[in-house]
């Protein structure tokens, strides 16, 4: 037996991101305008790095408390009552090494190996893969889509939902497609997980990125004390920390000792002095915030009006995120499209075959860019359509 087939089945069934596949293609061309990664192009603004760089430097650099300094956990806190008007206590917060570890974490403390895990479609591949990592068995609940529109049945879910089901992934606003659950939605979603007893897993990173209000409607909004959620989030896409690796999970305070469990016995902690830089972004970020959401709002208005215009793309502009989730007419092979279009077009943009059920004839580009960027993507698009 050789080295590949005596590891484990988990690892060696974990798929390869179709997303990076596209982004190893072409990461070294030449002038090419990446929209394929979830980020935008601004680098994490002084205000934020300068007090990591200083804790840094003055040796901030010891084990500290495995779910987050307590500094950070209170404004953590306090951003919650601030921006959703509900005051939780120190004790509901648990600092992660990143969204994606949040959501490990959160996947782990809910489902054991051989459990099932519903989760909305077209939908963001890590999700999936990471409970496939766990043992668990992803579950796909499609969205509805008509005229470029995105929309959620309940019933959609109610129907997958078996003895096996253990929670509810629930991504809002969503990456890749926009949709952005309504208070009804939302409504309808927690009473199906109260009535078989689920968690929801509630991802709600793009709730400031929403462009009829200032935020989106959030399972906060309606839950109760008692309701099982598991709140994931980051520091990544509000405050252009991407390449920092660190978020938070939102939870009852009775299970937060569990979770802490999961970081000792995973990273033992995030480190202190990057702590610090996410204090500052959620104590000072507000207004940096609302400027990358202004940001994107005339982008999204910019890219999707020159792709529509070609009357080759189907499309809308997205309710929530900064995603731009099309089809262009004639194009079935997203994957072998999204190769050409680095090729040809010199624009990066992610396949829809990334994006499990429903999201096949689909590209995805991030449009959190400086307008010019935008704009010439958005015409080597438009030429690249005129000659298919």
Same mark, same amino acid.
């Given at each position: 037996?050789?080295?590949?087939?005596?590891?484990?089945?988990?690892?060696?069934?974990?798929?390869?991101?179709?997303?990076?596949?596209?982004?190893?293609?072409?990461?070294?061309?030449?002038?090419?305008?990446?929209?394929? !990664?979830?980020?935008?192009?601004?680098?994490?603004?002084?205000?934020?790095?300068?007090?990591?760089?200083? !804790?840094?430097?003055?040796?901030?650099?010891f084990y500290t408390w495995q779910r987050g300094i307590p500094q950070l956990r209170? !404004?953590?806190?306090?951003?919650? %009552?601030?921006?959703?008007?509900?005051?939780?206590?120190?004790?509901?917060?648990?600092?992660?090494?990143?969204?994606?570890?949040?959501?490990?974490?959160?996947?782990?403390?809910?489902?054991?190996?051989?459990?099932?895990?519903?989760?909305?479609?077209?939908?963001?591949?890590?999700?999936?893969?990471?409970?496939?990592? %766990?043992?668990?068995?992803?579950? !796909?609940?499609?969205?509805?889509?008509?005229?470029?529109?995105?929309?959620?049945?309940?019933?959609?879910?109610?129907?997958?939902?078996?003895?096996?089901?253990?929670?509810?992934?629930?991504?809002?606003?969503?990456?890749?497609?926009?949709?952005?659950?309504?208070?009804?939605?939302?409504?309808?979603?927690?009473?199906?997980?109260?009535?078989?007893?689920?968690?929801?897993?509630?991802?709600?990173?793009?709730?400031?990125?929403?462009?009829?209000?200032?935020?989106?409607?959030?399972?906060?909004?309606?839950?109760?004390?008692?309701?099982?959620?598991?709140?994931?989030? $980051?520091?990544?896409?509000?405050?252009?920390?991407?390449?920092?690796?660190?978020?938070?999970?939102?939870?009852?305070?009775?299970?937060?000792?569990?979770?802490?469990?999961?970081?000792?016995?995973?990273?033992?902690?995030?480190?202190?002095?990057?702590?610090?830089?996410?204090?500052?972004?959620?104590?000072?970020?507000?207004?940096?915030?609302?400027?990358?959401?202004?940001?994107?709002?005339?982008?999204?208005?910019?890219?999707?009006?020159?792709?529509?215009?070609?009357?080759?793309?189907?499309?809308?502009?997205?309710?929530?995120?900064?995603?731009?989730?099309?089809?262009?007419?004639?194009?079935?092979?997203?994957? $072998?499209?999204?190769?050409?279009?680095?090729?040809?077009?010199?624009?990066?943009?992610?396949?829809?075959?990334?994006?499990?059920?429903?999201?096949?004839?689909?590209?995805?580009?991030?449009?959190?860019?400086?307008?010019?960027?935008?704009?010439?993507?958005?015409?080597?698009?438009?030429?690249?359509?005129?000659?298919?």
């Amino acid at each position: 037996m050789n080295q590949f087939d005596s590891l484990s089945r988990r690892a060696i069934e974990a798929p390869e991101s179709g997303i990076v596949a596209v982004v190893n293609h072409g990461r070294l061309k030449p002038d090419l305008i990446p929209l394929w !990664a979830g980020e935008g192009d601004q680098p994490t603004p002084d205000f934020i790095a300068r007090p990591a760089a200083d !804790a840094l430097i003055s040796g901030e650099t010891f084990y500290t408390w495995q779910r987050g300094i307590p500094q950070l956990r209170q !404004a953590l806190a306090d951003y919650h %009552s601030r921006h959703f008007g509900r005051q939780m206590p120190l004790d509901a917060f648990c600092v992660t090494g990143s969204g994606m570890q949040a959501i490990k974490i959160a996947i782990e403390a809910v489902v054991d190996p051989g459990d099932e895990l519903i989760q909305l479609t077209p939908a963001w591949p890590n999700f999936a893969a990471a409970l496939g990592l %766990s043992g668990g068995v992803p579950v !796909a609940a499609e969205l509805d889509y008509a005229d470029g529109r995105w929309s959620l049945d309940p019933d959609r879910i109610a129907s997958v939902i078996t003895p096996r089901t253990r929670a509810l992934f629930i991504n809002t606003p969503s990456n890749p497609t926009g949709w952005t659950a309504t208070r009804e939605d939302l409504i309808a979603i927690l009473e199906l997980a109260r009535k078989h007893g689920l968690w929801i897993i509630a991802d709600e990173i793009y709730t400031r990125f929403f462009y009829a209000g200032r935020r989106a409607p959030s399972f906060l909004d309606i839950m109760d004390d008692d309701d099982r959620i598991l709140f994931v989030n $980051t520091f990544s896409k509000n405050w252009s920390m991407t390449g920092w690796r660190i978020g938070w999970i939102m939870a009852p305070p009775s299970i937060i000792q569990v979770l802490e469990n999961s970081v000792q016995y995973q990273t033992s902690g995030v480190a202190q002095f990057m702590q610090k830089g996410a204090l500052a972004a959620l104590q000072s970020g507000d207004d940096y915030v609302d400027a990358q959401v202004a940001k994107a709002a005339s982008a999204r208005d910019l890219f999707c009006d020159a792709l529509t215009s070609t009357n080759r793309v189907v499309t809308q502009k997205p309710d929530g995120a900064f995603y731009a989730f099309f089809r262009i007419d004639g194009v079935s092979d997203t994957k $072998t499209a999204a190769i050409d279009i680095v090729d040809r077009a010199g624009v990066g943009l992610a396949p829809g075959t990334a994006f499990d059920r429903g999201g096949e004839s689909f590209l995805r580009a991030c449009f959190l860019r400086r307008l010019d960027h935008i704009e010439e993507a958005a015409n080597r698009l438009a030429s690249y359509i005129s000659a298919l």
